[in-house]
T-cell receptor, first 115, second 118 residues
Framework: DAGVIQSPRHEVTEMGQEVTLRCKPI?????LFWYRQTMMRGLELLIY????????DSGMPEDRFSAKMPNASFSTLKIQPSEPRDSAVYFC?????????????FGEGSRLTVL | AQTVTQSQPEMSVQEAETVTLSCTYD???????LFWYKQPPSRQMILVIR??????QNATENRFSVNFQKAAKSFSLKISDSQLGDAAMYFC???????????????FGQGTILTVHP
């Protein structure tokens, strides 16, 4: 079974540009999470979905960030406009609630550099 | 709020030797899960081992085992017979429970970089 798939793996953009990160969760998983990893702040939960519905977006830093999950197999995290402080690795993770293990399955991350 | 602390930014071990990574956490909950995740240079976070707080027995997965001290809120990872492939960043993580609105909201420690010397 394929794991969580994220794209792009690397993105370099200029300040002010729109950035869209994509994620395909593991088939059958009903939870999807977006995490951000930086040296200063470590791993932070940005937002998560249950059955495509956003449940908690309290970690989203500001209005420049938005996330959608139009169906069970696809989610996007958008930053508009991007700023240098958004440079980080963004991870998508998915899990299955009825597994009762609490385990999250992570993608390989998207490394974003905003110049 | 729950916090997870890894006091060792870096650790090193000789191949085939044993190393222990430390983790402490703060919570007022009685039911929760604890995890160790490994992040190799490829960046992907991989689950190493998990522990349910209600279980007294320490979890073991092959060469990886934990020392879970609930009263002390300590959760250390022991890697036996270390291999070069064990070199990675290791994160301790806490999950309040596996249900409700907090499901999946892992709180991570700062990470420990493990170097394995041949």
């Amino acid at each position: 079974d394929a794991g969580v798939i994220q794209s792009p793996r690397h993105e370099v953009t200029e300040m002010g540009q729109e950035v869209t990160l994509r994620c395909k969760p593991i088939s059958g998983h009903d939870y999807l999470f977006w995490y951000r990893q930086t040296m200063m702040r470590g791993l932070e939960l940005l937002i998560y979905f249950n059955n495509n519905v956003p449940i908690d977006d309290s970690g989203m830093p500001e209005d420049r960030f938005s996330a959608k999950m139009p169906n069970a197999s696809f989610s996007t995290l958008k930053i508009q406009p991007s700023e240098p402080r958004d440079s980080a690795v963004y991870f998508c993770a998915s899990s299955r609630r009825d597994s009762n293990t609490g385990e999250l399955f992570f993608g390989e991350g998207s490394r974003l550099t905003v110049l | 709020a729950q916090t997870v602390t890894q006091s060792q930014p870096e650790m090193s071990v000789q191949e085939a030797e044993t190393v222990t990574l430390s983790c402490t956490y703060d919570t007022s909950e009685s039911d929760y899960y604890l995890f160790w995740y490994k992040q190799p240079p490829s960046r992907q976070m991989i689950l190493v081992i998990r522990q349910e707080a209600y279980k007294q027995q320490n979890a073991t997965e092959n060469r990886f085992s934990v020392n879970f001290q609930k009263a002390a809120k300590s959760f250390s990872l022991k890697i036996s017979d270390s291999q070069l492939g064990d070199a990675a960043m290791y994160f301790c993580a806490y999950l309040k429970d596996a249900g409700g609105t907090s499901y999946g909201k892992l709180t991570f420690g700062q990470g420990t970089i493990l170097t394995v010397h041949p």
